[in-house]
């Protein structure tokens, strides 16, 4: 089953063309990567997934799961288990993380037709994935990011991954800005969750999230579009050769 | 003749059909009476008024309050979940029987009418000794007409105890009236308080409030102080609060606007005493054609005062807001720490703020800060929230509540935190 289809899809960021002519098919238990320089679309790409304002979906269409994903509104492609990893997660002053993450599995469970858990099964779920991400208990209490380090944030955005078990994530540079003993707890993360019956999508600029989440395709993005498309070693080549190979072999096509 | 010239003569033909048999001082009265006379309703224009137009308050003809033939109907809202001697008045009467005022162990709570027919002595040299009117119509008028309200003293040394909750009900039943409450709280040396203001009416009630309320904290008082607005959609509400502070006497006052078509909130503190602290936490929300307005002044007069405000505003629909926080630092007030913001959301593209912040500062060696905002709901927060499930309604009720809640945690009062988190958010649930 193919669990993400993007056909054709372009795209801009404001009045700016950013995504051209796009496709890409993710089938269910797969992890794939997505990888490209700045400026090529990788974050377009995340936030047009996810449904964020600001980007004009030109032309194409995206399916998920068979449906029509570009008709959801945010908070319904997040229900139907969609998730994006921030690539800069926002702090939130005066909203709890606990209470956050709450309201975000309740509702995604209340959409699914299950019970809204109760603050007692809540708090064991989150103190258990809390404990998978190496969360300390203290930044539950605190207000959603507020204050927290650059790889806290990025462990934030795991653990909401982790509670909310979503079907299809979206990760945008989640690896940047990680020392490696953070990297690792994320890459862990996300190794828990691989399965049969999920799709990962990692955005990255680097390879070395890939050394440790080894991906089963690896795409090359380059000027709003998919260039190349091959196997894990894909990762390893650009990662020797630089993006300038690749564009270099564009230039050299007819 | 303009509205205002009409209302203020109405007014000044009530005072003499009535005017004799209100309780107290009459020369008092007479003088304020004159004094509203020659003020007449702000004009405007005028500097203290120039954001908000009193026209549709003078283009409704009060009439004096005289309390309501059943004021059993409020048996339910006068036993509300706050656990507290309590002193309640409905339109401008005193109901004894939602009154639990005995039993405090030397706190003294009276009806102040009843004060001032059995022992008008004890009170008369405190009235208008804090809320002058020379300058201030509306005080003035109070003053003029005031009927019944609250008498606290706390004696020197009392102990914190349960809080004393000061409640104003409307009936709006007949044509639209005024009441003019007072309240006169004087907390001896040392004592400690924790008093609650509250005003409520119904939602199409058109009638109008206009209190005012005189506070003096004697040396080392402290005092929590709560004002908890919450009068019809459709009523004005003018009030006027005056506070003075002995040496090391706090006063941390709340102050919780959410009723009202028009309602002016007047804050002064003088801080008269060496050390003397005041913490002024404002909240209001705003929607529909609701107008609010804040004028503070903080009046450091003593060295080492500290002044710790902040007024944050939630407005949808039309609404407008108005904040004018004066800090004055006078030359005797060195070493004064004196700080002050406002923070303005706005969830509608048609609500609008008034907001300025005034600094004199006449002492040398002092500490002063000032700020003002005005903004939306952050898009990239909104967002973040979606992309995790929750919906845009629950997501704006959630960022505005977080907005809010700087103001709301520092309530200390749970029965006064739950009705706050059951108002705030009704306008990001859409009836904004």
């Known amino acids: ?254 | 003749m303009t509205a205002a010239l009409e209302s203020r003569d109405r007014f000044l033909a009530e005072f003499d059909r009535h005017g004799g048999t209100l309780p107290g001082p009459g020369r008092l009265r007479r003088e304020a009476l004159d004094r509203f006379a020659a003020l007449g309703f702000p004009a405007r224009g005028q500097e203290e008024w120039r954001h908000t137009d009193v026209a549709p308050l003078t283009e409704i003809p009060f009439r004096l309050a005289a309390g309501t033939p059943n004021p059993h109907q409020f048996a339910g809202v006068a036993r509300g979940p706050l656990r507290a001697f309590q002193i309640a008045f409905v339109d401008g009467r005193h109901a004894p029987t939602f009154s639990s005022i005995d039993g405090n162990p030397g706190v003294r709570i009276s009806s102040l009418a009843s004060v001032l027919r059995e022992d008008p002595g004890r009170v008369e040299p405190l009235l208008a000794k804090l809320a002058a009117f020379d300058r201030n119509p509306f005080a003035a008028l109070n003053t003029a007409f005031f009927h019944d309200g609250a008498l606290v003293r706390i004696p020197p040394g009392a102990p914190a105890g349960a809080p004393i909750h000061l409640l104003f009900i409307s009936s709006m039943h007949g044509e639209p009236y005024v009441t003019h409450p007072r309240i006169l709280v004087e907390a001896g040396e040392g004592s400690q308080a924790t008093i609650v203001e509250s005003f409520l009416g119904p939602a199409g009630g058109v009638y109008f409030t206009n209190a005012v309320t005189e506070i003096a904290a004697a040396d080392g008082a402290r005092l929590d102080y709560y004002k908890v607005q919450r009068e019809g959609v459709e009523a004005f509400h003018v009030a006027s609060m005056q506070a003075r502070l002995g040496r090391d006497a706090s006063l941390t006052h709340h102050s919780i606007s959410l009723g009202g078509r028009l309602a002016r909130n007047d804050f002064a503190a003088a801080l008269q005493g060496p050390g003397a602290g005041v913490t002024l936490n404002g909240l209001y929300e705003v929607t529909g054609a609701q107008h609010v307005d804040h004028h503070t002044l903080v009046d450091h007069a003593a060295p080492r005062g500290t002044s710790r405000e902040t007024y944050k505003g939630i407005l949808g629909g039309r609404s407008r807001a108005v904040f004018e926080g004066r800090i004055v630092v006078r030359p005797t007030a060195e070493k004064t720490d004196a700080r002050q913001i406002n923070r303005n959301l706005l969830l509608s593209s048609e609500a609008a703020v008034h907001t300025r912040p005034q600094l004199e500062i006449l002492a040398r060696d002092v500490r002063c800060k000032h700020g003002s905002t005005v903004g939306q709901l952050d898009p990239s927060l909104l967002f973040y929230l979606r992309s995790r499930g929750i919906g845009l309604e629950e997501a704006r009720r959630i960022l505005v509540h977080a907005f809010a809640c700087e103001i709301i945690d520092q309530v200390r009062l749970d029965a006064v935190r739950a009705q706050l988190g059951g108002c705030l958010g009704l306008m990001a649930r859409g009836v904004a």
Do not use: C
């Not at chain 1, 679309?41 to 269409?61: I, N, W």
């Not at chain 1, 989640?174 to 490696?180: K, Q």
């Not at chain 1, 799709?199 to 190349?228: E, F, K, M, N």
């Open chain 1, 1 to 254: 089953m193919t669990m993400l289809e993007i056909r054709r899809l372009s795209a801009s960021a404001g009045d700016r063309p950013v995504l051209r002519d796009l496709s890409l098919s993710a089938p269910a238990g797969e992890v794939h990567a997505i990888m490209g320089p700045n400026g090529s679309g990788k974050s377009t790409l995340a936030h047009v997934l996810a449904g964020r304002d600001g980007f004009t979906v030109t032309a194409g269409e995206v399916l998920y799961d068979g449906r029509d994903l570009l008709a959801m509104p945010p908070e319904v492609r997040a229900r139907e288990g969609l998730f994006l990893g921030f690539q800069y997660p926002v702090e939130i002053p005066g909203v709890g993380n606990t209470y956050f993450l709450k309201s975000a599995l309740n509702a995604v469970r209340k959409h699914r037709g299950l019970p809204e858990l109760d603050a007692h099964d809540f708090l064991q779920i989150i103190r258990q994935k809390a404990k998978l991400v190496r969360i300390d208990e203290n930044l539950l209490n605190r207000p959603v990011n507020e204050g927290f380090s650059g790889g806290e944030k990025k462990r934030n955005e795991i653990l909401q991954m982790a509670v909310l078990e979503p079907r299809l994530s979206i990760l945008d540079e989640t690896d940047s800005g990680l020392d490696i003993d953070a990297l690792r707890v994320v890459a862990d993360g996300i190794n828990g969750l691989r399965s049969k019956d999920r799709t990962i999508i990692l955005i990255t600029h680097y390879q070395r999230l890939l050394a440790h989440v080894v991906p089963d395709r690896v795409h090359v993005l380059y000027d709003g579009r998919i260039v190349r498309s091959g196997g894990k070693e894909l990762a390893l080549e650009l990662e020797q050769k630089g993006y300038s190979w690749v564009e270099k072999e564009l230039a050299g096509t007819p």
